[in-house]
């Protein structure tokens, strides 16, 4: 089979999956709000003189007391809902980008060398990280961003990236032990290949895709992650935008009427995350097709 075939065929399933094609959209949609916020985004939320108490809690436009410049209301500080969402967009991708980055190219690396040469290097590693991976991320997070004693979103990517690399590091272990037993690499070995070029030419090229499906999935957990840790307060800062922090605001008004400081952030991530989850499912049954 060659590869413009393989290519072509994941082309063809991909547009004949809805929910493939609306995943992706809805990925690409809040990626290019995001990226267009300061140009789309009628205030920037974050600009104190560009924010005032005037507009304290205002209802969506359709509402009355709605104003025109206010398509979904603000909120407690008078900033633009609409417009904070799409900050907040930005936020929650630069973190989840963030991390997938980071936590999987230091995975990936760990996972590859554990993998090829075994021994002391993969016992003390994958004790490591059987460690980390029995406790929860979550609550390594919190701990971490405690002990940090400071806030950001760099921060908040370093702390949840400490646990994150477990998942890319186990999985490409194992992907590698099952490549590196392959006649081509028995017969690149045979040759006189070296350690570096059977790692970054033979294993590392083989032994990836079920990377992108992780990559795909952890994206996601990381966007609501980062939404959870920021909702309890202990993530990105208040001068920093967030959708978690927009909800956890919002909720000190549900009571009293104003719904939409919570529904429509929330309508936000949940778009989000079910649109990488919607593509993450289509990805993980076009690489491993006997998965039911």
Known sequence: MSKGFFKSKIVHDFFHDPSAV???????????????APSIAPQ??????KVSLEHFLTPPIWMEGGEPGFLLGTDDQGRDIFSTILYGFRTSLIVGFGVVLIAGTFGIIVGLLAG???????????????????????????????????????????????????KYARTMRGSVLEVKEEAYITAAKATGAGDLRLLLRHLLPNAIPPIFVIVAVD?????????????LGVGVPLTEPSLGMMISIGKNYMYAGMWWLVLFPGIALFLLVIGINLFADWLREELNPKIE
Do not use: K
């Open 44 to 49: 920037n939320p974050y600009d104190l003189e």
């Open 219 to 231: 994206l996601a957990v990381v966007i609501m992650l980062e939404a959870t840790l920021s909702f």
């Open 116 to 166: 090829y040469y075994g021994g002391v290097m993969d016992t003390v590693t994958m004790r490591l990280a059987d460690t980390l991976f029995s406790f929860s991320t979550t609550l390594i997070a919190i701990l971490l961003l405690g002990l940090f004693n400071r806030s950001g979103v760099f921060v908040v990517i370093i702390a949840i990236c400490v646990a994150d690399w477990v």
């Open 22 to 36: 609306i995943g992706s959209l809805l990925l690409v949609l809040s990626i290019l709000l995001a990226f267009f």
